[in-house]
């Protein structure tokens, strides 16, 4: 998958989560990461993009998994968009899955 791929399939699950009413914030710097792909406004769900790891290293994949585990510790519920094409009947329910986690955040 090249990068112009993936901006557009990650484009549509925000476009998605936009057509269901949710405020999406791009490009959102923390402090338990480095930043957020995206992160839905009022919850605890962010959406990261998959890494491009076309030289595949140990140490790349372990720092994206300490990453996502930052996250979870910090409370947030993380969203990696999958490698791969995906249809528009996959990318809701990718957002499908991410209003569900949502739901369970507010109980």
């Known amino acids: 998958m090249n990068g112009g791929e993936l901006i557009e399939k990650f484009a549509s699950i925000i476009l998605e989560l936009k057509k269901r009413g949710r405020v999406v914030r791009m490009d959102v710097a923390n402090r338990l990461t480095s930043s957020f792909d995206a992160v839905v ?29 930052r996250l979870e510790l910090g409370g947030y519920t993380p969203f990696v ?4 094409r995906m249809s528009d009947e996959q990318v809701k329910e990718f957002v499908d899955s991410i209003e569900a986690a949502q739901d369970e955040n507010e109980t």
């Open 41 to 69: 406004v009022g919850k605890k769900v962010v959406i990261l993009r998959t890494p491009s790891f076309s030289m595949p290293t140990k140490v790349s994949k372990m720092a994206f998994q300490r990453k996502i585990e």
């Open 81 to 84: 968009v999958p490698n791969g």
